[in-house]
Structures are given as C-alpha cells and as structure tokens.
C-alpha cells in the first residue's frame, strides 16, 4: 500500500513513506540486527543536558512476556492488532533528575528518541505504530519498573501486510489516506 506523503517541499524519502500501520506480518520476525540497529537509533537522539531519560523494555512475539504487554499494557482497541507485530518496544521516562527534581524536558527527549526509532524501522523496511493507549500501571508491573521510571508509550514493529486482514474501524483507518494540517495552520509565526 503505497501512502507516500504529498508534501509543500521535497523531503526525505524515509519520512515521506513512513506511516503507522495497524496490519502486521504475523511470521515476519526481526532479526537482531535489525533490533540492534533500531534501538541504536534511538540512543542516539539529542537530549537535554545530554541526560538520556528514555528506557526501553523490549519484547518479541511468541514471548509469555509479550502476551502479557498485550494482555495488561495496551489498551482495547490496540489490544486486537498489535498481536502480529514482531515486536514491542515499551518506551518510558525516567521522570526525576539526578538532584531529585522533575525532568521537565523527559517527554520531550524521549520522543526525539522515539522518532529516531521510527524512522531507523522504516530505513529499514519494517514499520512501526507508536501507542499512547496503554495501561501505565501494568506495564509497570509487567517489568518492575521503579515508581521513578514511568511508561509513556508502546512501539509495535514489524513487517506491513496487507489491510484486508483488519476488520472493522482497524481496516478503515487503515485504507485511509495520509492526512496533516496544512502548514498554515500550524506555523504560527514566521510563514515560508
């Protein structure tokens, strides 16, 4: 399914191709090159102070530990597809600094870092679908998180397939074309 974006300006093609699918090769599993080179992106996103906040809990399918993320981590409707990615990467912050005071900045270097995951998946050839609907507590749980360590979001990764393996709202959202706000819209000041 080609949902390549059309763009005001030429752009990279690895950002032009990406998108989140919800269909996922159920028998595609990434190797641990291609894990290795993923989670390397992401280490190496800019951070504030250079405090690197992000951690990550990696887990594949056919692991008991991977059912349990789907089972106690995700939330209803991501809880019917995510299933048939390969793999499920749980993103959290650590949400206090070394002197003991709030990381403010933690959400925002933590999705700099989730970026560089995305796009390193889709350099690649793999794809992934970031999940803000989760379960916080039982993914804690789930890992033994400390109360200082705090999820934020579960990455699926894997192989696209086709959408008609999607039922419902899943396949509808999936057939849909790519949208965004014009940029008119959102550059407030400043318009090219």
Do not use: C
């Not at 090159?33 to 989670?39: A, F, G, K, P, Y």
């Not at 349990?68 to 600094?97: H, Y």
């Not at 999607?166 to 949208?179: K, N, V």
Request: glycine share 8%; no cysteine; proline share 6%.
């Amino acid at each position: 399914m080609n949902k390549s974006a059309i763009t005001a300006a030429p752009i990279m093609p690895v950002l032009a191709d990406r998108w989140s699918p919800r269909s996922f090769d159920a028998n595609y599993k990434l190797s641990q090159h291609e894990l290795l080179s993923i989670l390397e992106a992401a280490r190496w996103a800019p951070s504030a102070n250079n405090g690197q906040p992000w951690r990550f809990a990696v887990v594949n399918r056919g692991e008991a530990l991977f059912d349990q993320v789907v089972a106690d981590g995700l939330s209803g409707f991501n809880q019917a597809w995510a299933p048939r990615s390969s793999t499920l990467v749980v993103v959290s912050i650590q949400t206090k600094l070394a002197d003991g005071r709030e990381n403010n900045g933690a959400l925002y270097d933590a999705g700099l870092s989730v970026a560089n995951l995305v796009i390193q998946a889709q350099e690649l050839g793999l794809h992934a679908h970031q999940m803000s609907g989760i379960v916080p507590a039982g993914l804690s749980n789930a890992f033994g998180l400390h109360e200082d360590i705090r999820p934020i979001v579960v990455v699926a990764i894997g192989k696209v397939a086709p959408a008609d393996q999607l039922e419902g709202p899943a396949y509808e959202r999936e057939i849909q074309p790519r949208t965004r706000l014009e940029l008119d819209e959102i550059v407030l000041h400043g318009k090219p």
